[in-house]
């Protein structure tokens, strides 16, 4: 146990000071770690009491650097401000940034984006930092990415990652986030492939991956809400079957067949791995028939057309605002999320939305509107609302459009069921019933028994994308 600093604004719960204790730990032993809580368990709160307890000490003689998505940098300021005033708070952000760059050491916190961060990395390669603390730290987890490359090159004491999500959807991507924080502890990157995730992915070796949980696990503190937050209001999950009707299911069905079979000439053409792109594209269009035919470009559609996802929303949303409900609406294309928002103001119901195009300031405004409940619907994509919100006044979220990984659409949810939530949670996922959509529901559950495999507590299961994966994906509709 550690005192909690004397200047925290908040009181952290018993897992909080826990966690603040492991960082501590591993600052004083020189290792670094992933503090891995699930979304709204506070990661924030911890790190900044972390941050804290080392300027009481004396050790933050140089500043903590935090590397964020573009979208957390006000948040991440208004939390510290809040949280932990003593801190003094330099953001690197716009045009003008470069003529802050010399007055990093007289900061103790810099906050910066990984967009950012490999373009300012010849000036922050200069200054040495007392911790560097990767947030929403998934965002790296392609090793070779600039953002990444910048990310090592970066001069500090200590090192650590925040993330509900560290393992996503591959193996690689833990490797990747282990290899900035302790290079070499997974070995490089060709030796990882073969020795864990080959064995452990493609031939779903069991006892692989124990041993590969029992070497990291260390470093990886993992708490779940269910488990340290029993007073959470309970959460309920529909999974609402929808059926293609009409012109909408021919439509499925001709899309279908040509997918089926471009993506047979792809593989013969340039094998399984040549063939990525011309997949995922015909994928992409099946997924858009299933949410709206006017994301599907290239194609005149008649009036009258079947839009079964939009005809639910249509008739649900108008009785869920009636009830009082404050709702939430996820897609992952902010287009679908601008379909929705012309039928609703057809319908003359109150919305804001929140998309990657949104203005900083304005999307501080945009959150705070509906926190405050000035409006009861507020639609989102998953890019720019799925990280780093709290949006408690929400009892009801709804996926429009599901997405290949479960973690994703969690951490989506999770806007709303965090600590600070009082009442129950309803959450719909909109899934076209015997189409790709549902299919894609196994391959989620696939993915996340990757991740309890190496980060929890279940065994693993295979989890690469495979042909039988692709033969089921574009199979006729059931």
């Given at each position: ?67 964020m ?47 950012l ?63 900035f ?118 194609r ?18 108008p ?43 304005q ?31 929400a ?49 989620q ?9 190496v ?24």
């Amino acid at each position: 146990p550690v005192p909690v600093p004397q200047s925290l604004q908040i009181t952290l719960r018993p897992y909080q000071q826990q966690g603040v204790a492991w960082l501590q730990y591993l600052r004083a032993q020189h290792l670094a770690g992933i503090l891995a809580d699930d979304m709204g368990l506070g990661k924030t709160a911890q790190a900044l009491a972390h941050l804290l307890i080392e300027k009481q000490s004396g050790r933050l003689d140089a500043p903590a650097i935090i590397i964020m998505p573009t979208s957390l940098v006000f948040n991440w300021r208004a939390e510290a401000q809040r949280m932990a005033p003593d801190l003094r708070i330099l953001i690197l952000q716009g045009t003008e940034r470069a003529e802050h760059m010399a007055r990093i050491p007289e900061h103790d916190l810099v906050l910066t984006t990984y967009p950012l961060v490999w373009r300012d990395i010849e000036q922050l390669a200069q200054h040495v930092f007392h911790i560097v603390i990767l947030d929403e730290a998934q965002t790296v987890k392609n090793a070779a990415s600039k953002s990444a490359a910048a990310i090592r090159r970066l001069q500090s004491r200590h090192r650590l990652c925040l993330t509900g999500t560290p393992l996503e959807n591959h193996l690689g991507e833990l490797w990747a986030q282990f290899d900035f924080l302790m290079p070499g502890f997974l070995g490089d990157m060709r030796s990882f492939q073969r020795q864990w995730r080959d064995p452990i992915e493609q031939n779903g070796e069991t006892l692989r991956a124990q041993l590969l949980a029992q070497r990291v696990r260390p470093f990886i503190l993992r708490r779940r809400k269910a488990d340290v937050l029993g007073e959470l209001p309970p959460k309920t999950e529909v999974v609402q079957h929808l059926q293609l009707e009409g012109r909408q299911k021919t439509l499925y069905e001709s899309v279908r067949v040509a997918a089926d079979d471009m993506v047979r000439k792809a593989l013969d053409k340039q094998g399984f791995e040549g063939a990525q792109m011309a997949v995922l594209d015909a994928l992409l269009k099946l997924r858009q028939v299933c949410c709206d035919p006017w994301l599907v470009k290239g194609r005149k559609m008649p009036r009258g057309m079947e839009r079964v996802k939009l005809e639910w929303l249509r008739d649900t949303l108008p009785a869920l605002l009636d009830e009082g409900r404050r709702v939430l609406v996820f897609s992952q294309f902010a287009e679908m999320l601008g379909l929705i928002a012309d039928e609703l103001v057809e319908l003359a119901l109150p919305f804001t939305i929140l998309t990657g195009d949104t203005p900083p300031a304005q999307r501080a405004e945009t959150v705070a509107r509906f926190q405050e409940r000035q409006v009861p619907l507020m639609l989102l994509s998953l890019k720019a609302g799925g990280v780093g919100l709290n949006l408690t006044a929400a009892d009801t979220v709804i996926h429009v459009y599901p997405w290949w990984n479960p973690a994703v659409e969690q951490q989506a949810t999770d806007r709303a069921h965090r600590m600070g939530q009082e009442q129950a949670v309803t959450v719909y996922k909109l899934v076209v019933a015997g189409s790709i959509e549902e299919r894609i529901q196994a391959l989620q559950a696939r993915k996340s028994a990757l991740a309890e495999g190496v980060l929890g507590e279940d065994g693993p299961m295979a989890a690469k994308f495979s042909r039988a994966d692709l033969d089921a994906l574009l199979a006729p509709l059931v």
